[in-house]
């Protein structure tokens, strides 16, 4: 999908909009082979009725059609430049050694509301925050359910963990994204903000 919208976005904002659209496609690239492997992990779950990284995956054809040009937003919050992806994956990994799951998915939900203030903006943290949240939430069933199915021993629980991790780690990349957007948000041009699918935080 992004490679379709790259020439619409980049006859609207240029080589900027160009560079935004080449670095996201090359990230997703660059992530199949770790997606290969949560599919071989997750596999014989699926295969249980575990419906582990399935559920926490929403369609990109539920994404908006590609942006059009729109009044300016308010100016890029400093949020965008102080933003502490860092610390936000040290808080994540604490709560969830205090209290599991749940704790996660508090403190994961305290930082979207962070962000709920600027929608124009941080479109690729938030994208990245909410398909986290999801994760979180789902991961306490898909366990529930692979004890019902006596495939416990297959480690729902680490896998789940594990793409909650992943996920984590690639906020850098997503608050690198966010940045090199912002220049086109600001004039209007909705870019990445209208092309990522909503994502419900699930049970």
């Known amino acids: 999908m992004n490679r379709a919208r790259l020439p619409h976005y980049a006859a609207l904002g240029g ?18 082979p770790v997606a290969h492997t ?35 937003p308010p100016p ?7 933003y502490p992806a860092g610390d936000l994956k040290d808080d994540v990994r604490q709560a969830y050694r205090r209290g599991g799951f749940p704790a996660a998915s508090a403190r994961l939900e305290a930082a979207l509301e962070e962000l709920a203030p600027y929608p124009a903006y941080l479109c690729m943290t938030r994208h990245l925050l909410e398909s986290t949240l999801r994760a979180a939430n789902l991961a306490p069933v898909h366990e529930a359910a692979a004890r019902r199915a006596r495939v416990g021993w297959l480690g729902p629980r680490a896998i789940s963990w594990d793409f909650i991790q992943v996920q984590l780690e690639a906020l850098a990349l997503g608050l690198t994204l966010d940045r090199l957007a912002a220049p086109l948000q600001a004039q209007g041009l909705p870019i990445r903000c209208a092309d990522l699918p909503p994502i419900p935080p699930g049970p």
């Open 15 to 32: 080589a900027q909009a160009q560079l935004v659209s080449a670095t996201l496609i090359t990230s997703e690239v660059a992530t199949m």
């Open 38 to 72: 949560f599919d071989a992990r997750a596999f014989l779950l699926q295969k249980a009725g575990v419906p582990i990284l399935c559920d926490e995956l929403v369609p990109m054809s539920a994404a908006p059609a590609a942006g059009q040009p729109g009044a300016p």
């Open 76 to 82: 890029p919050p400093a949020l965008l430049w102080s």
